[in-house]
């Protein structure tokens, strides 16, 4: 009997946790906890591809750096100060509409299933990518009646672009996550810059959905279409934290149910850009793009960035305006560090295909993290913070009782480490290595002489991580 009563309670315990209802109230949704897998997986892809794909291009600033393509509606189309409105008024014709590049959004060269594996072969853990950009064009087949012929079902690829990803990526064992954008720049009741509309105002008056529609006939029923029909492991929200309210947008209401009701709300994470006042606030983690935002205090984070200066495909980029391999892998280990994941994103062509420079860059970190993922994949930040020794910093990781200290420049003597306050050392190694490490650990001060190697022992290029293992 004692036995039927200890299961019944485990039972009722069980039930408890999976049926936990989340009120709409900050207090109640950031009590919830986050799901273990984001923290565990540290390294995802972004895909930023939509119809912004086609002209794919913005101006360099200063003739040097690159910006964000997949602003071209809003930042190059109609503006005179850096000539877009010139560029596409000789290359498109003046009456040519953003909306007509939608038919030129044709995905011929598109193979999904190609994607996900060079997605997996990089390394990823996780791929999110872009349903629906400020432009308002989705990439799945909406029932919004804002959407018809607005769509990639209707026009243009004529294609379920989210669902077939989405299938593509979760079978090759990856968590899918979507990108919503909150606003819309031809529909939202608010989005202007200092001159006016971000986008020609004839063009926002043109396709506007009324403001006291939007959010419960269009915002709010496409958000739970993508939860029910795709089940995104994450959803990456965008636009809203910007200038639309919480209260206009039921930002609280929706979480609400994504957390208490949804067939996703076990596993699925957000960020923090759903409403005003939310960044660094509330959202299961925090983000920030190329470094914008500063993580003053422990919470889950993650940083987004391109592969160049921009996240849609800029044909305006050069070389030098892409990252190298090597810089790529630091800045992982070092966000990684500092308890954060790394979302990388790549461009695609409106064709489908991703450049070969992207593609590159990404087998590079995947060849690293065949090597050294167990100083990445599941590990927190380490009680030992960075530290310089001889010239180079030196980046920690912790696993447990495993501390991990990462270095991208191999020395020519030893390296001194201050480890204070780990216990004791049982075992020195270097990752990939199987020859002996030597080592001397006495007051704090750990002295490592690296075995020597040439360049075809070496394990990886890049960086190398040192096993420490402590009792």
Not at 88 to 102: I, L, P, S
Not at 166 to 185: C, D, F, P
Not at 260 to 272: A, C, G, L, W, Y
Request: charged content about 25%; proline content about 5%; overall charge neutral.
């Amino acid at each position: 009997m004692k036995y039927l009563i200890a299961f019944l309670f485990l039972v009722m315990d069980s039930t408890s946790l999976t049926a936990q209802v989340y009120q709409p109230t900050w207090s109640s949704l950031d009590s919830r906890p986050i799901p273990g897998w984001f923290e565990d997986a540290k390294f995802g892809i972004f895909i930023h591809w939509g119809v912004y794909s086609v002209p794919a291009y913005r101006p360099l600033e200063n003739g040097l750096y690159a910006s964000y393509s997949e602003w071209y509606y809003a930042k190059v189309l109609d503006n005179e100060k850096n000539g877009g409105k010139a560029f596409h008024k000789k290359n498109y014709g003046k009456d040519f509409e953003y909306r007509d590049f939608a038919p030129l959004f044709k995905a011929e060269l598109w193979q999904p299933d190609a994607w996900a594996k060079m997605f997996k072969d990089a390394g990823a853990q996780y791929v999110v990518l872009t349903s629906k950009h400020h432009d308002g064009f989705c990439l799945w087949p909406t029932k919004s009646p804002y959407k018809k012929n607005w769509n990639a079902m209707d026009i243009g690829p004529k294609r379920d672009l989210v669902g077939e990803l989405t299938t593509a990526v979760r079978g090759q064992g990856l968590k899918m996550g979507l990108y919503y954008s909150i606003i819309e720049w031809e529909s939202s009741k608010t989005h202007r810059s200092e001159t006016g509309y971000y986008v020609p105002l004839r063009m926002v008056e043109k396709y506007k959905i009324p403001e006291s529609e939007y959010v419960d006939k269009h915002l709010l029923p496409q958000l739970k279409e993508l939860v029910n029909n795709y089940k995104p492991s994450l959803l990456f929200s965008d636009g809203g934290e910007w200038d639309g309210s919480e209260e206009y947008l039921k930002t609280k209401e929706f979480l609400s149910w994504l957390y208490s009701e949804s067939p996703i709300k076990s596993e699925v994470v957000v960020n923090d850009r759903f409403a005003k006042g939310m960044p660094g606030n509330h959202g299961d983690y925090y983000s920030s793009e190329y470094s914008d935002a500063k993580i003053t205090k422990y919470h889950p984070w993650e940083e987004s960035r391109g592969i160049g200066g921009s996240y849609g495909f800029n044909r305006a980029e050069n070389l030098e305006n892409y990252s190298t391999s090597k810089h790529l892998i630091i800045e992982l280990i070092d966000i990684v560090s500092r308890g954060g994941n790394l979302l990388l994103n790549v461009g695609p062509a409106a064709d489908g295909t991703i450049p070969v420079i992207m593609q590159e860059r990404l087998s590079d970190i995947g060849k690293w993290l065949k090597v050294n993922g167990e100083a990445i994949y599941g590990t927190r930040k380490s009680v030992v913070p960075a530290q310089e020794s001889y010239g180079q910093k030196l980046y920690f990781t912790q696993k447990g009782k495993i501390i991990y200290a990462i270095f991208a420049q191999w020395p020519n003597t030893a390296m001194t480490m201050n480890l204070k306050d780990i216990g004791t050392i049982s075992k020195v190694s270097l990752v990939g290595v199987d020859k002996q490490v030597k080592w001397s650990y006495n007051k704090d001060e750990l002295v490592i002489t690296l075995p020597e190697c040439s360049i075809n022992e070496l394990p990886s290029f890049y960086a190398w991580a040192i096993r420490i293992e402590t009792k």
